[in-house]
């Protein structure tokens, strides 16, 4: 669950995220649902969540390379490409 809780100073919205499940290995499903319509553009930061385990925080821009260093650190993960 991703949830954007303060955007100070912002306004807009943000397209709907998408996943991308080609590299995942077993059961193949992630639902990807808009539970309440955002008014903001993103700041601040969040966390993953793999099979019990939670990232520290990830910034809201962070890219591909940061996302797959946090995620790497988890102990329910083996090997990650983002």
Same mark, same amino acid.
């Given at each position: ?16 995220? /998408? *996943? ?7 059961? +193949? ?7 309440? +319509?955002? &008014? ?6 969040? /966390?993953?969540?793999? /099979? ?11 890219? *591909? &390379? *940061? ?12 090997? &990650?490409? &983002?």
């Amino acid at each position: 669950m991703v949830t954007f809780a303060f955007t100070p100073g912002a306004t807009g919205d943000l397209p709907l995220m /998408r *996943a991308d499940v080609e590299g995942l290995r077993g059961n +193949k499903i992630i639902d990807v649902t808009e539970v309440t +319509k955002g &008014v903001a553009q993103i700041t601040g930061s969040f /966390r993953l969540s793999f /099979r019990g385990y939670t990232t520290e925080p990830i910034q809201h821009g962070a890219g *591909a &390379v *940061a996302v797959e260093q946090a995620l790497q650190l988890l102990p329910s993960i083996d090997d &990650v490409d &983002v």
